[in-house]
């Protein structure tokens, strides 16, 4: 296929990302026919699994106008993916336009996308940069510039710790950032779970292995340990729609049958 003008060169096409896949479920233009099979394959198996991924990008919403009631100017959004309606950017300057935003994601779309939608905004870059490599983040020019880590500062995780196997150290990456931020920081997670799944969700995990990052889902405890050091806040690690709900609609019929838990820490 011939490369679109909003693809950098040197990805590959024949390959489907999980920044595609998901910008594809949450009603996005930047995902490839090979990304919007891979989709509908893992729909075939799991078919909750687009109103999972919307409850995801709520939360967000919910989750950053929180933090920034909270006080919070600062943030830092790793596996931020492509931006759609309602970036943390957005949410948080209509609130508070002085809000800093540093994005970090893997993907080179997802980069050169955010890039293109943040020209022009001298309070928000993005940073193509592994979760799982931490001080390389930090010590990234950037960040150095936006974010000032002696100030609270809000690090978001949402739905990209399952991407991360357990022998690249997950948690040894979120402590590292922890023991950095300010107290008073935050940290919020969202993370995949077959929790409460159909056994299917199984096979739609295999077919996230045909992209560079495959999904691992983790339990309820083992995601709890990610904010071991923090002070988990009301209402705890839960199903997506039930994270601090603003009305009846964010909830839906089945909460439960979220594929996915997310959380939201203060470092005290
Ligand atoms: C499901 S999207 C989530 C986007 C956004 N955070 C949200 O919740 O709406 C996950 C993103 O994590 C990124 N990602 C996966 N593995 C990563 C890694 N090791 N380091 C940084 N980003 C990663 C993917 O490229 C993708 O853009």
Sequence with gaps: MTRPSWAPEGIDLDRPSASRVYDFFVGG??????????????????????ETMRANRDLLRRCVRFLVDA???????????????????????AVNPSARVVYVDIDPVAVAHSRAILDGNPAATVVHADICSPDA????????RLLDFDQPVAVLMLGVLHF????????????????????????AITH???????????????LSGRTSTEIVLRGKPEIAEFFHGWTLLDPGLVHLPLWRPEN????????????AYGGVARKD
Excluded: W
């Design 29 to 50: 233009m930047h995902n490839f026919e090979i990304d919007r099979t891979l989709a509908r394959q893992i729909e075939a198996f799991t078919p909750n699994v687009a």
């Design 192 to 206: 995949a779970t077959a929790d409460g799944q159909p056994d299917e969700v199984l096979e739609a995990q295999k």
């Design 137 to 144: 983040i930090l010590s990234d020019p950037e960040v150095a």
């Design 71 to 93: 006080g919070i100017h600062q943030f830092l959004d790793i596996g931020s993916g492509i931006p759609t309606v309602g970036n943390v950017h957005e949410v948080a300057q």
């Design 164 to 187: 991360v196997p357990d022998d690249a150290d997950p948690a040894g990456c979120v402590a590292r950032l922890r023991d950095v931020v300010a107290p008073g920081s935050y940290l």
């Design 248 to 259: 009846p609609s964010d909830i839906g019929e089945h909460p439960e049958r979220s594929g």
